[in-house]
């Protein structure tokens, strides 16, 4: 990715009488904006077209007028389509996983990057980027541990009032058969290999993947 | 869904794809966006000022009459755009609202003039944004005060059906309202005057006799001033009982002060009564006369003037209390100071620190009346120190008294105002909120009645049917529907909720856990549910038809009964579990196509969940299930306590 552009606008406010070094008289605004590369790098990088990044540009800086998500708007933004449940543990694996080169702030070019393999990227780009969501750690492994996170932060969106009950121990049961499915050689973690063999056998799986493609 | 970030749909529906690998079960179809279109500008011209946005921030909103299909009423075919015969001045902050999303009340606008744009433009006030809205219920409230005291003299119409005890109620707390009250307030205001006078000319002394020295006119006129008095006290104990006879809470009228002011003031009479002349408690009995000067509260009733001076001395407590805490501080301080200085002179009055407390409150008051003085010379120093304190002592917290009363008084009135309105408005927002959940499980069953008229209804039932929905909202219904499928859990309504939990602690029953079995069970599980349905899709696995774990699920109410009709043998039907009394493990199967009869009534069980809500492909027959199973059970109907259809389903 190139280089950010991020001007800092600060400004000093001074009293009049004080000496320059009281701290309390000193009042440093600092804003940070946030201005995405061009349209054309933009279209040349994604699989998007000039058009659609002008629509989710627009969508975009609406909600965030600086230009950058931090971690509490995404959460709140993805809090309001599951108002039923609890989406911020969700969201925070979400961030991190849009969050690529880890600075705390999701820019346009992150948001459009991760958009355009959701949507437009092959089968084998989405299951690395699922594969990446579920590696909490990213050390290549998703380990029992961190799919049990997961899969609590999965169900935390379900809320309460749900049908059958949800218990405690459904999300380490629906754990214990994702592992069944996809642990080959049941070393207890799965690797990318063995995730994306599993998955490109699985028609739902298969399918399911191809759900979205005409959401933009 | 706050249509605020309805722009950021498409991301959260992309990031589904990270459920995906995990779900064990296929996903429903996405509902098809028919009318792809770029988006657009759209002129609305309000009265010949034109403003102009995208087609899509308008679409924020779709339960106003710009975001939804209501502004086609408005559509000019010749201009080619929306003409709206509204003020353009309070359509910039209507525009701007979908805009921001925040709705901004102009100052310079008038309250009535905005709230009726608001309603033309299907906008609710209560989302004013915190900015401005405080500005908003001031202004609405004087209005509504204004229009308030017009109306006053409406108020004393006589309601209809009102009984006996109404009427007297009423009478009492309104003495305006009739003649009667009126005559009635008069006559205990004058006796009450006359009570109140009686006891103070009572003590006055009359006139000496030619026998005995000057004797006050109670004991001279002994009689006379009996009469007076029972006269009175039988007014107010009459009164008291009616007054108790109409309260609507009688408990609570008999906690209220001014029923405990009436109780006290003619209690002494009747204790006096009941005593006899007996020296020894007479002396109690001429204290309880005291307490006959309470009679002097009763005016409270007629003085509204008192009932506020009431009030704000309890308002202020606080800050007498503070008050009289620095006065005995003060008080105790100085005392001690007098007592040891003038402790050696002689013939001094101060004879204890407690003796000194009276020299010292009549000094800080300033009132100084010269009993006691001091005489060393530290005594005189120390007493001019006392009196000028005493000035700042009492004079400072006075005046905060005092306009902390005027401040507390109006800001008490203003906010239980306040806080009555900010409960109603936090509970239409939640309710507005709470709408967009209800509208997932709504749509649940609006997915149902689709696909009920695509095997019996016809094509435009359908799509009558699918045009409710937005867009938007059947997106979002969709991937609230990808979430349930991937945890196999649904989303059900809070009251049944609690009946299933309340259901589930009733009975016992095996721990049902579809997950721990087999792979193919599982798969099974929630999955048979589908299968037969997906019909569209190729490579369906049928599974077999042997039976699943046992879901002894709580009691559930159908909200769609299906009966069979036709060959029974031939299909598999849907059977839950639904009495609770039953021993036998009930099977959920996959339910067959032949359905003939619905009753569609809240909510919708899990039997018989719709696959995906934005079913738009033709309708098809269901081919015919494969051979080999059960035979059919029967079914019959029965009608529980609460009136719910229940069906009892037991197998054969």
Redesign the interface.
Known sequence: MDAKRVETISARVDAAVSSPDSVEDELELSAVRHRPEGLEQLEAQTRFSRKELQILYRGFKNECPSGVVNEDTFKDIYAQFFPQGDASTYAHFLFNAFDTDHNGSVSFEDFVMGLSILLRGTVQEKLNWAFNLYDINKDGYITKEEMLDIMKAIYDMMGKCTYPVLKEETPRQHVEIFFQKMDKNKDGVVTIDEFIDCCQNDENIMRSMHLFENVI | ??A??A?????????????????????PV?P??HSKR??ELIILNVSGRRFQT?R?TLDRYPDTLLGSSEKEFFYNEETKEYFFDRDPDAFRSILNFYRTGKLHYPRYECISAYDEELAFFGIIPEIIGDCCYEEYKDRKRENLERLQDDQEENKDMRLPNMNFRETMWRAFENPHTSTMALVFYYVTGFFIAISVITNVVETVPCGATANQKDMPCGERYTVAFFCMDTACVMIFTVEYLMRLFAAPSRYRFMRSVMSIIDVVAILPYYIGLVMTNNEDVSGAFVTLRVFRVFRIFKFSRHSQGLRILGYTLKSCASELGFLLFSLTMAIIIFATVMFYAEKGSSSSKFTSIPASFWYTIVTMTTLGYGDMVPKTIAGKIFGSICSLSGVLVIALPVPVIVSNFSRIYHQNQRADKRRAQKKARLSRIRIA??G??NAFLQSKRNGLLNELLELTGTEEDEQKLTKNTSLLESQ?HH??H???K?????????Q??EQ??LE?ALQSYPS??P??SS?DG?LGTCCSRRVKRNTP?P?ASVPPAHPVPA?Q?PLQELSAVHIQCGDPPCHTTSRSNLNLKTDDSSRINCKSGQITTAIISLPTP?ALTPDGDGLHGPPQRRPPPPPGHPPAPSIQTTTSSAGTNIVKVSAL
């Not at chain 2, 959260?12 to 779900?23: D, E, H, L, Y």
């Not at chain 2, 991937?486 to 809070?494: L, S």
């Open positions: 869904m706050a605020g970030v722009a950021w749909l498409p991301f959260a529906r992309a990031a589904a794809i990270g459920w995906m690998p995990v779900a064990n079960c296929p996903m996405a098809r966006d770029q988006d995208w899509t909120k709470a967009s959940s979002h991937l609230l990808c979430l349930e991937t945890t196999a859990h649904e989303f059900v309504d809070e049944i909720y299933n939990c589930t049902r856990s997950s721990v792979h599982s899709l490579n879901h699920g899990p």
